[in-house]
């Protein structure tokens, strides 16, 4: 939050709900750009709200993978 008025939007990596008053408040200021989620089989069930602006970090592993070719 230091760095507030520096930037346009956050994304914020977490599946803690210990986060959920600053996602909450960033979203609200609309500097929410998105909530990366670790694990989409465990995370707060507080961030059920965003789910429009959650993306699951399991759904990426083939897309960031590297490949040998």
Do not use: H, W
Request: charged share 30%; glycine share 4%.
């Amino acid at each position: 939050m230091i760095e507030y008025p520096n930037y346009d939007k956050a994304l914020i990596v977490t599946g803690d709900g210990d986060f959920y008053c600053l996602v909450e408040y960033l979203k609200k200021q609309n500097k929410l750009l998105k909530l990366m989620v670790p694990n989409q089989k465990k995370y707060s069930s507080l961030f059920r709200k965003f789910m429009a602006n959650i993306v699951f970090m399991n759904n990426l592993k083939g897309k960031l993978e590297y490949k040998r070719q």
